[in-house]
């Protein structure tokens, strides 16, 4: 996939998740969760940081068409993935009326990228396209893209999954956490995030996770400007012995 500039649009990729993780921060201080809400939340988390993680490490971008691996089973996955990990906090914030809201936002805000991408695609690849555009779905797979989970990580390697994106998966992580704290805490009584009794260590298991991957978040984007430092460094070495 080529990375393209949106359209003009009033609600785009990256003011979405913005708003989604406020309106469930604002959320999840006024409406409760259920233990079931709370188990649905986490997986959803889980499993689109787990798809996150695949389709960058399939994805050469710009080189081949990707159709394999997890690109066989939907033509968009990184979408995907990012569809369940703000679904993730629109459930653990527990208001119904994000939940309900959040696929309409999605499709507002991805809808004119999608369309880019798979136009510059198409002209690119031509018939290779066309032939994936009638057998694979778009970002939801149906029954028939299922049933190759097999090859789910056919191309994959880690290598390819930048510091960054790791950094930002671990963000994904702590946001959840973080959502889960405003669900136990009591605002009025913040006690038990620093004295927890026995009754209390929800609340400071919920802080101390998302402590611990806003921490590994930020090690990821140190590490990730400390080696393009030093790839840039590299470079100019090697330019200056050439000349």
């Known amino acids: 996939m080529l990375p393209m500039k949106d359209k003009k649009?009033?609600?785009t990729r990256s003011n979405l998740r913005d708003i989604v993780i406020i309106c469930s921060f604002v959320s999840s201080a006024i409406f409760n969760l259920s233990v079931a809400a709370e188990a649905v939340g986490f997986c959803?988390?889980?499993?689109?940081?787990?798809?996150?993680?695949?389709?960058?490490?399939?994805?050469i971008r710009n080189v081949v068409l990707c159709d394999r691996g997890i690109y066989?089973?939907?033509r968009h996955p990184y979408y995907l993935a990012n569809y369940l990990i703000d679904s993730s906090f629109c459930v653990l914030s527990g208001n119904p009326y994000l939940i309900a809201a959040y696929?309409?936002?999605?499709?507002w805000?991805?809808?004119?990228?999608?369309?880019?991408?798979?136009?510059?695609?198409a002209s690119k690849y031509r018939d290779s396209f066309q032939d994936d555009s009638f057998n694979i779905p778009q970002?939801?797979?149906?029954?028939?893209?299922?049933?190759?989970?097999?090859?789910l990580f056919q191309g994959f390697s880690f290598s390819r999954v930048t510091l960054k994106?790791?950094?930002?998966?671990?963000?994904?992580c702590s946001a959840g956490f973080a959502i889960m704290l405003v669900?136990?805490?009591?605002?009025?009584?913040?006690?038990?995030?620093?004295?927890?009794?026995?009754?209390d260590y929800d609340e400071f298991s919920f802080m101390v996770l998302a402590a611990v991957f806003l921490l590994v978040s930020i090690v990821f984007v140190l590490m990730d400007r400390s080696y393009r430092a030093e790839r840039d460094n590299r470079y100019l070495d090697t330019k200056s012995l050439a000349q």
């Open 183 to 199: 669900q136990a805490v009591n605002l009025r009584q913040l006690r038990p995030l620093f004295y927890p009794t026995r009754t």
């Open 165 to 172: 994106e790791r950094a930002r998966v671990a963000r994904f």
């Open 139 to 151: 970002v939801f797979p149906d029954r028939a893209s299922l049933k190759g989970w097999r090859g």
């Open 72 to 74: 066989a089973i939907v």
């Open 109 to 121: 805000a991805y809808g004119p990228t999608i369309r880019n991408e798979e136009k510059f695609l």
């Open 103 to 107: 696929p309409l936002l999605f499709f």
């Open 44 to 59: 959803l988390l889980a499993i689109g940081c787990f798809l996150h993680i695949v389709a960058k490490g399939v994805l």
């Open 9 to 11: 649009n009033l609600l």
